[in-house]
């Protein structure tokens, strides 16, 4: 057995201290690696649970109106528009059924109000992303009550891409249950839309808005 | 002090006790803080597969997280429940059930391991159910990695212990499926927060 020889042992000191560097910049390459370019977002539904033998399913979490409730500023499915009127970011006077425009996208009779994006700060909390000026929420109603909130967003020139505003909205209600409230995202011409439907409506779930002109 | 006084003394005792005894437990109650159940934050979590699925007219990715309820002799490993050792295929299909409901078209709901030549023909069955998912008992995070193919994303799935190495993993994939540069990622854990 060789005595302790203090130059042999600094000699493996500096050799742990290269492999450590050596190791370190791999693994910061490797990071690097893995880092560059755009980041991709990915929406997250609600997680669902399975029986043991993968035949059964259910939401793993109950769901109610509430969830919804807190995306949209306090508003669910059902509400008369007298119920929906002091939600809105700039009530109207009166909001009643028999004055309300038509919305002539629809087989059935569906009325409707509409209020401009950039006012409707609760509607929009979750878009940090730009989105043209001329971007509105269109609040939708069916006899029985309020059915569907659809925004709307349209590029201009301050912001010609839309994409990243509707995909953070989107990505607010993906994790809401369909069976609360059903959300679609879609694009008709320059528009990104979002609509939110109540999923007891019956055939107006899947009519769609369709920019005029296209 | 006088006899009378230190018997009197002895017979309130218990009741001076009593009472401070009692004060003490409606001042507790008043104060109680802490919700009546408190979970086991040791127990182990029941296994999760998570599938990545696309809108390829949106850009679209969802992410659907499948619980099982663990089998009653199940074993945890490293604090993690096992995971089926085949999954059925109705979990896919249930996967890409939720991103139709979310589509203005069904159609375009395709799972997101995408086949080469994916862009020239983009539907479901050039994609592959068992490499867009990954269960919680083997990894941590599912990785993706992506080439814009003009209006969508082409990408690759691989699964990961960290969200670095499901990403590299998924990227390798990407290149040497496609034979392209794949800069576009994402990723995610398995388990739900």
């Not at chain 1, 929406?43 to 995306?71: I, K, M, N």
């Not at chain 1, 949209?72 to 059924?97: D, K, Q």
């Not at chain 2, 212990?161 to 540069?181: I, Q, T």
Request: glycine share 6%.
């Amino acid at each position: 057995m060789q005595p302790f020889a203090p130059a042999r042992c600094s000699g493996i000191v500096i050799s742990l201290l290269v492999a450590l560097a050596a190791c370190g910049a791999v693994l910061g390459a490797g990071r690097a690696i893995a880092q560059t370019g755009p980041v991709k977002r990915i929406l997250e539904l609600p997680p669902v649970q399975w029986d043991a033998d993968g035949v059964r399913w259910r939401y793993a979490r109950q769901q109610t109106d509430s969830d919804f409730a807190r995306a949209t500023g306090g508003m669910i499915f059902g509400m008369r528009p007298e119920e929906v009127n002091p939600l809105l970011p700039h009530p109207a006077a009166a909001l009643h059924w028999d004055e309300m425009p038509v919305a002539s996208e629809y087989v059935d009779e569906v009325r409707y109000t509409w209020v401009h994006m950039k006012v409707a700060n609760k509607m929009v909390a979750p878009v940090r992303s730009c989105y043209g000026a001329a971007s509105y929420i269109v609040v939708q109603f069916r006899a029985s009550g309020l059915f569907r909130i659809s925004w709307r967003f349209l590029p201009d020139a301050a912001c010609p891409d839309v994409t990243h505003a509707a995909a953070e909205l989107f990505a607010s209600f993906v994790p809401i249950a369909s069976t609360v409230a059903l959300s679609v995202h879609y694009r008709t011409g320059y528009a990104e839309v979002v609509d939110v439907t109540d999923p007891r409506s019956g055939l107006l779930v899947t009519q769609r808005w369709q920019m005029r002109g296209q | 002090m006088s006899p009378v006084l230190c018997r009197v003394l002895a017979l309130l005792l218990p009741l001076l006790v009593s009472a401070a005894t009692q004060a003490s437990q409606v001042h507790f109650d008043l104060d109680m803080d802490l919700p009546p159940i408190i979970e086991d934050s040791t127990k182990p979590r029941q296994c999760t597969v998570a599938f990545l699925v696309e809108d390829t007219n949106t850009n679209d990715t969802f992410a659907a997280r499948m619980q099982f309820t663990p089998a009653s002799d199940a074993v945890a490993t490293k604090g993690r429940l096992p995971c089926p050792s085949t999954v059925p295929p109705r979990l896919g299909e249930r996967a890409l059930d939720f991103c139709r409901e979310r589509a203005a078209n069904p159609r375009s709901c395709v799972f997101s391991d995408m086949s080469r030549g994916f862009e020239n023909e983009p539907q479901a069955r050039n994609t592959s159910e068992g490499a867009s998912r990954c269960a919680s008992d083997l990894s941590a995070y599912v990785g993706m990695a992506c080439w814009n193919a003009g209006g969508f994303d082409v990408c690759n799935v691989a699964c990961g212990l960290s969200s670095e190495e499901a990403v590299l993993a998924a990227r390798n994939r990407c290149e040497g499926k496609h034979r392209k540069p794949c800069p576009i990622s994402a990723s995610l854990p398995v388990l739900a927060p």
